[in-house]
């Protein structure tokens, strides 16, 4: 095994994106740092596979990109590698099983044939109207009930909801997951008025859907590459303690890697695994902390990945791909047509899309055989895009843990996590269950628990 970076005053557990990019700030801004990871890998889901000649995403299959993240791309020294989708790819919902086109600017919403009369006029309302948010945490469906219509929630923002978090707006905190949105209203009085004043400030932040020529894995392979011997994978943290000495406060880890125990020291440690691992692991230095921990629901995703013959499918497949409506009694969520998004994912005459099933709505599906996932999904999905015959490819990625839910009252949850830190000085949070689940807010979350991590290290002279 190679030997461990010299002193690590910071210890990072977990090296998904978080942890790899808790790692990158913290050794940028000179902090010794060591990542261990349970896995024989690095970066957590955000896996590309080359299979048959289709390039497969085994996490997210593309990622917004955010100012922050660019500027990390470019540090990287992978900036000519990035691929941009077009932004005006157009996004689809299945509606009375026809796709019909999103409306992704305010003048396509008063147009769409997707809304109702009812539904435009809720817009206008919201637009020239004032109202301000309940006290209490609202539920995404609740909110969008109250400022819109029903309607609204059924074909385009609960399709959104479940897209993103694979889950169900009746039950998802708007604040939680969509803590802008809120925001707005609250500022000023009125979601849209809100958005159309604040689009300045935004439009720099967030510059569109992008991926990598080879993959979305590129990335964390670049950190990997930047943090050079400061990785130890095939590495589990049996047990973590505090120990206090002459006023030096340490934290101590016993770690198992390829049967061999060793005890590792750092005065600071970022824990940025999964909650149930997380929980586990924080035990006994806080039971509070790890009783709340688990309490965070995950959504099961099961992905179907298939290939076809440009000629067996019918529709064209321009654009980004399509969300379904519950109220289209379909198991499908969604597809990614990523054969059009993004050169390179499949072989000349040929198309390559990922399906997606499962989610707090129909957990079963995700946890089904791989065979009875293919054969549900291919039924729904026949009809829709024209398919005919059998794929030239197909494979199945099940994760029964795969997206956690920001159900009502985590915004209270996730202050109550950093009440309950702040008595273990020198450990810190970061993961997809704090802020949001995209690769772009887990990358600022990263920075900003490097940023507090090294602030505590130079409060303690370390």
């Not at 932004?87 to 086109?101: D, I, K, M, S, W």
């Not at 130890?232 to 406060?249: D, H, I, K, P, W």
């Not at 198991?331 to 099933?357: C, D």
């Not at 979350?445 to 370390?462: C, D, K, N």
């Amino acid at each position: 095994m190679p030997p461990l970076p010299p002193n690590a005053q910071t210890i990072v557990i977990g090296a998904g994106i978080s942890g790899l990019a808790c790692a990158y700030y913290s050794q940028k801004s000179g902090v010794r740092v060591l990542v261990l990871e349970q896995a024989d890998r690095p970066g957590g889901l955000i896996r590309s596979v080359r299979r048959d000649g289709f390039l497969l995403e085994e996490g997210p299959q593309s990622f917004l990109l955010t100012a922050p993240m660019l500027d990390m791309i470019r540090e990287l020294g992978i900036e000519s590698e990035l691929l941009r989708a077009d932004p005006r790819a157009a996004r689809y919902v299945l509606l009375r099983n026809q796709l019909r086109r999103v409306p992704l600017a305010p003048p396509q919403l008063f147009s769409s044939p997707l809304l109702g009369v009812r539904t435009k006029l809720s817009f206008l309302r919201d637009a020239f109207g004032r109202s301000c948010p309940p006290e209490a945490d609202e539920s995404i469906a609740d909110f969008v009930r109250r400022k819109f219509t029903g309607e609204l929630l059924d074909r385009l923002v609960g399709p959104f909801v479940a897209g993103i978090y694979a889950g169900d707006p009746e039950k998802l905190s708007l604040r939680g997951a969509f803590p802008t949105i809120h925001e707005l209203e609250a500022t000023h009085g009125s979601v849209i008025r809100g958005a159309i004043k604040s689009s300045g400030e935004r439009s720099g932040s967030r510059l569109g859907s992008a991926s990598f020529r080879n993959g979305n894995e590129a990335l964390p392979s670049a950190l990997c590459k930047s943090l050079g011997g400061a990785i130890q994978c095939n590495t589990a943290v049996e047990s973590l303690r505090v120990e206090e000495l002459a006023g030096v406060r340490e934290y101590v880890l016993t770690t198992v890697r390829d049967g061999a125990r060793q005890t590792l020291r750092a005065r600071a440690v970022i824990v940025t695994t999964p909650t149930a691992v997380t929980a586990g692991m924080l035990r006994s230095l806080s039971p509070s902390l790890a009783e709340e921990l688990g309490t965070i629901k995950y959504a099961p995703v099961a992905m179907l990945y298939t290939a076809f013959e440009r000629s067996q499918v019918a529709y064209p497949l321009a654009g980004f791909g399509f969300l379904v409506p519950r109220s289209e009694g379909k198991q499908l969520l969604g597809s990614v047509w990523n054969s059009s998004l993004f050169t390179g994912r499949a072989p000349e005459g040929t198309v390559f899309f990922t399906s997606f099933a499962g989610g707090t709505t129909n957990p079963g599906l995700a946890l089904a055989s791989p065979e009875i996932v293919r054969d549900a999904l291919l039924r729904e999905l026949a009809p829709v895009l024209g398919i005919r015959g059998t794929p030239a490819h197909w494979s199945v990625k099940q994760y029964p843990r795969a997206i956690p839910q920001y159900t009502q009252g985590h915004t209270r949850f996730v202050l109550e996590l950093k009440k309950n830190c702040e008595h273990l000085r020198g450990l810190f949070l970061a993961g997809n269950y704090l802020e949001g689940p995209s690769v772009g807010v887990c990358i600022d979350v990263a920075r900003r628990t490097a940023a507090s991590a090294q602030e505590y290290l130079q409060s303690r002279g370390a």
